[in-house]
């Protein structure tokens, strides 16, 4: 589970600098600016927060998918075409090739930024937190990227935690982005940003590894279960 943790924390953590260039604006703009410094922090961690448990929920929906799949002998297959396909959508994104188009991505962008409309201008802690929910919702590959390392985990407990992980690693760069309302220097923003498609790339080889069942901490042997007959004379 740590090595899970692990992975998706330090996943968020990459991301973050994608995040920055994608919904930069909103963490910018979430209303705190005119409040005294411990309020200013609470309410840009309670934005972050509702983000989180964003993710987290999906983690819940993706991960009873995920238990199914376990539970119908598919986990050690689905892990290693996940990683496959993460696999192949980092090596497209180094390339500079278009990674993929998910159908009515559009239209869900629309909606979750009609949602986001309604909170962003109020500046009450109950709308900043709904605030960070709705931004949570907004359609980026790299939240569907950890959605399926989420529905690798095979367990709830395992996607709840892989979600919260990624989340909580991309707080650091926005918590100081809507601080500041500036961030480090756009040269090294994007460099770190050039890194992103090779940690996901790790985590790519990391579901692989961890679906062949080698039998090793990384990847455990996949139990099977003997059933023994009692006879009574």
């Known amino acids: 589970m740590l090595h899970i943790i692990l992975t998706a924390f ?37 934005y972050n927060f509702g983000r989180t448990l964003t993710y987290a929920i999906l983690g819940a929906l993706f991960g009873l998918i995920g238990r199914q799949l376990s539970l119908a002998g598919f986990q050690q297959w689905f892990s290693i075409i996940a990683g496959l396909f993460i696999l192949t959508i980092s090596i497209q994104s180094v390339a500079g090739k278009r990674v993929f188009h998910i159908p009515g991505f559009n239209r869900v962008g629309v909606f979750v930024q009609q949602l986001i409309s309604r909170f962003i201008n109020k500046a009450s802690f109950g709308n900043i937190f709904l605030l960070g929910m709705a931004n949570g919702l907004l359609p980026c590959g790299l939240v569907y990227l950890a959605i399926t390392g989420a529905l690798a985990a095979g367990t709830i407990t395992g996607a709840i935690s892989f979600m919260v992980a990624f989340g909580l690693g991309t707080l650091p760069a926005l918590f100081l982005l809507s601080y500041f309302g500036f961030l480090i220097r756009m040269p090294l923003r994007n460099a770190i940003k050039k890194m992103v498609p090779y940690g996901v790339g790790v985590m790519g080889v990391f579901l692989i590894v961890r679906g062949l069942g080698l039998g090793i901490y990384l990847s455990p042997a996949v139990r099977t279960s003997v059933q023994t007959i009692i006879t009574c004379h």
């Open 10 to 46: 330090t996943m968020g953590l990459l991301s973050s600098f994608h995040c920055i260039g994608m919904c930069g604006a909103i963490a910018i703009s979430v209303p705190v600016h005119h409040l005294s410094p411990a309020k200013k922090i609470t309410g840009i961690l309670l």
